[in-house]
């Protein structure tokens, strides 16, 4: 055990609702470790790294990073940069220049890659270098682990926003239509589902980026639901797509106008949900049809997490620190294991079986209509949006006879 | 004090957190007078009266009126029907029909309205009616009253929402616009600035419809922003308006596309959002400008309540059976004063102040500017969304010196 070794944090990709608790636990499970002189944060993500832009967690008071763990969104900010293999060494570099020893990177499948690159790069130049992935993702779309830090409070986010908008349009009637995030996996979409309680409930129809999308089936689906319940409450993902594999907001898009300037803007708009209902009125005429496009809400939003979540956020940041300092493994991509119902474990996983790949809702989990979920799903997220859930009831008082009015 | 006399309740217009308080509130303490025989709910508000569409809800129990008060949006469910005279006469006649003598209608300025012609109509007929407007509404826009039972949780959700959102913006940089709901009133917009707590906290900008939209000096003020912070959070009401009064939506819609059909829908899509943000793209080239419209989620999200609102919406309730049945006034609409810092007192004020009359911010709550609220707003607002927010922080580390690397 060398005196004076370096810890380097960095945190990549989109937010979540804990990214933080992993952070705070890296951080206060290092300084456990005398041989830990420092505990650097490299701030956007890898960019911070290649330009030694670090911030020294040494000097974090634990209440405020406390503080820090229950905040939403990366507070050492964050990257959309892919590093290539030129990138890595740049990274490599800097990771040398300054004697760090330990590289935590906190993301997603992206951001694993760059941890296998750079571990590689440190192994051919004989540095000993111990570098981990810990995950972080809403999508929930790393392979291995059972699910990812981050995933259990915006699935909590999208539980909470159908039970709400299924009330909602069970008041005035109509359709409504809300669009996910989930450019390849379901999963957030498919969440839409975990706090339907009545028969009833919505969401009635869910599309997934899992199945082709059919418009004639969505017109059909919808119109049978609205039938039956005199409402339609309707989850989308964002990356549902056509036969060919084409977004279905480019498909639809074609049908409609471009904007002024001939674009189509893929994500980061209401332009799928706007497209969709348009569709809808367009086949169903005279019905109330509205849309939400849910956007930097489901993943940012104050307030709405799962302490189960929380809790396993903050793990996987203990366990990579005991894994390399503790253990002394040199790489891996932490990931959890359900061991029981509901109980977790952690294991480092090589990170080859992680990086850059993408795990999509497996059929258990879809319905043979493709358009729904299974009880096998929900049996599965329900665990992971947390116990303390808002019960809903309705009225069930009894109808009272109509009278004979004057006229 | 006669025996076996009747009350009906309603709910009436879009749905609140905790408009089911306040039927709760109504229910069980009308329940305490002995004089009263049956509590009637009228299923799709007005609609449901000259239908007969009646629930008996004497046979509720009370803990599931307790548990129905916790779920939003109309637990009777609702309409958007405007009754005018001859709708009203129909009301009339139904009440008479069913002998009822208590009238509880909760809802916003409209149905304050058609409580008051429903009561002119009894007074004619020499009809003895206790006709009580109960308020509801998350636009927080009637008059008297120092606020509205709705608008607490609703702005809590606002203001939860741009926290959340401005740290997602800090982490990854880039321009963000929120479309918050108010047609007239800009108070729910305004909320989104009640979670800011450092000086270059998010939102940056409000614009509210109470202010002319002015499109170069929007351009200008995200600008000078985006210089200062590298970041723009902007709160936007969908009623924004140019000099002649029209909204936004139509002067921006003139200079870009329509859609294939010509139209553009003023409201329940991401249009505004995408406009605005098109117009951000053009005018300031090469940033990362997304939009959300928060839609449903901000007047029906479960589990996202001010507990000062909950309380009032409950105690509205009370006090309007209180007042009708406990002393006795045949008409009036509740209302809230603010006789201290902070607790409420309840009135029963003159229908004809009410009914059909909007308020607006005043103009001591928005900023010179008119692209940001005033210190008097957070004032008079932060009360009202209640006092358990998640507080947040950024790090505060310092900064580690660069080396010298190895190229």
Same mark, same amino acid.
């Given at each position: 055990m060398k005196q004076g070794e370096k810890v380097l944090i960095a945190q990549g990709g989109g937010p979540t609702a804990v990214i933080n608790q992993t952070l705070a636990g890296i951080v206060l499970e290092a300084r456990k470790y005398p041989q830990i002189s420092k505990i650097y944060g490299a701030l956007r993500g890898v960019s911070g790294?290649? +330009?030694?832009?670090?911030?020294?967690?040494?000097?974090?008071?634990?209440? +405020?990073?406390e503080q820090v763990a229950l905040t939403p969104a990366a507070a050492l900010l964050s990257t959309r940069v892919k590093p290539d293999e030129q990138y890595c060494e740049k990274i490599f570099r800097v990771l040398k220049a300054h004697d760090i020893r330990y590289f935590f990177y906190i993301g997603g499948n992206d951001s694993a890659d760059t941890v296998r690159i750079v571990n590689e790069q440190a192994?051919?130049? +004989?540095y000993e270098l111990h570098a981990i992935h810990v995950p972080k993702t809403i999508d929930n779309d790393l392979m291995v682990t059972d699910h990812t830090p981050g995933y259990g409070s915006a699935a909590r986010f999208a539980a909470q926003a159908f039970a709400g908008v299924d009330f909602d349009v069970r008041a005035l009637g109509g359709i409504y239509i809300g669009v996910l995030m989930g450019r390849h996996a379901g999963f957030l979409t498919a969440a839409a589902a975990l706090a339907s309680n009545y028969p009833d409930s919505g969401p009635h129809l869910i599309y997934l980026p899992e199945r082709e999308f059919k418009v004639e089936q969505f017109i059909a689906d919808?119109?049978?639901?609205?039938?039956?319940?005199?409402?339609? *409450? !309707?989850?989308?993902s964002e990356g549902i797509k056509d036969a060919s594999g084409q977004p279905i907001l480019t498909t639809l898009g074609k049908d409609l106008d471009k904007d002024a300037h001939g674009n189509i803007t893929l994500s980061g708009t209401g332009a799928l949900g706007d497209l969709l209902t348009q569709c809808v009125k367009d086949n169903l005429k005279g019905l109330r049809v509205r849309s939400d496009t849910f956007g930097f809400l489901q993943r940012s939003f104050l307030g709405c997490v799962s302490e189960v979540d929380q809790f396993?956020?903050?793990?996987?940041?203990?366990?990579?620190?005991?894994?390399?300092?503790?253990?002394?493994?040199?790489?891996?991509? !932490? *990931?959890?294991?359900?061991?029981?119902?509901?109980?977790?474990?952690?294991?480092? *996983?090589?990170? +080859?079986?992680v990086a850059g790949k993408t795990k999509v809702m497996p059929d258990e989990f879809i319905n043979a209509a493709g358009n729904h979920v299974t009880e096998a799903f929900k049996a599965y997220a329900k665990p992971l949006i947390g116990n303390d859930l808002q019960p809903t009831a309705r009225l069930r008082a009894p109808m009272v006879p109509k009278l004979q009015c004057a006229e």
């Amino acid at each position: 055990m060398k005196q004076g070794e370096k810890v380097l944090i960095a945190q990549g990709g989109g937010p979540t609702a804990v990214i933080n608790q992993t952070l705070a636990g890296i951080v206060l499970e290092a300084r456990k470790y005398p041989q830990i002189s420092k505990i650097y944060g490299a701030l956007r993500g890898v960019s911070g790294i290649v +330009n030694q832009d670090f911030v020294d967690l040494t000097m974090e008071t634990s209440r +405020n990073l406390e503080q820090v763990a229950l905040t939403p969104a990366a507070a050492l900010l964050s990257t959309r940069v892919k590093p290539d293999e030129q990138y890595c060494e740049k990274i490599f570099r800097v990771l040398k220049a300054h004697d760090i020893r330990y590289f935590f990177y906190i993301g997603g499948n992206d951001s694993a890659d760059t941890v296998r690159i750079v571990n590689e790069q440190a192994k051919i130049a +004989n540095y000993e270098l111990h570098a981990i992935h810990v995950p972080k993702t809403i999508d929930n779309d790393l392979m291995v682990t059972d699910h990812t830090p981050g995933y259990g409070s915006a699935a909590r986010f999208a539980a909470q926003a159908f039970a709400g908008v299924d009330f909602d349009v069970r008041a005035l009637g109509g359709i409504y239509i809300g669009v996910l995030m989930g450019r390849h996996a379901g999963f957030l979409t498919a969440a839409a589902a975990l706090a339907s309680n009545y028969p009833d409930s919505g969401p009635h129809l869910i599309y997934l980026p899992e199945r082709e999308f059919k418009v004639e089936q969505f017109i059909a689906d919808v119109k049978e639901t609205y039938d039956r319940y005199g409402r339609c *409450t !309707v989850a989308v993902s964002e990356g549902i797509k056509d036969a060919s594999g084409q977004p279905i907001l480019t498909t639809l898009g074609k049908d409609l106008d471009k904007d002024a300037h001939g674009n189509i803007t893929l994500s980061g708009t209401g332009a799928l949900g706007d497209l969709l209902t348009q569709c809808v009125k367009d086949n169903l005429k005279g019905l109330r049809v509205r849309s939400d496009t849910f956007g930097f809400l489901q993943r940012s939003f104050l307030g709405c997490v799962s302490e189960v979540d929380q809790f396993e956020a903050r793990e996987v940041g203990e366990k990579a620190v005991q894994f390399a300092l503790g253990m002394g493994h040199a790489e891996g991509s !932490v *990931t959890i294991h359900r061991v029981g119902d509901y109980v977790v474990d952690y294991r480092l *996983t090589p990170l +080859n079986e992680v990086a850059g790949k993408t795990k999509v809702m497996p059929d258990e989990f879809i319905n043979a209509a493709g358009n729904h979920v299974t009880e096998a799903f929900k049996a599965y997220a329900k665990p992971l949006i947390g116990n303390d859930l808002q019960p809903t009831a309705r009225l069930r008082a009894p109808m009272v006879p109509k009278l004979q009015c004057a006229e």
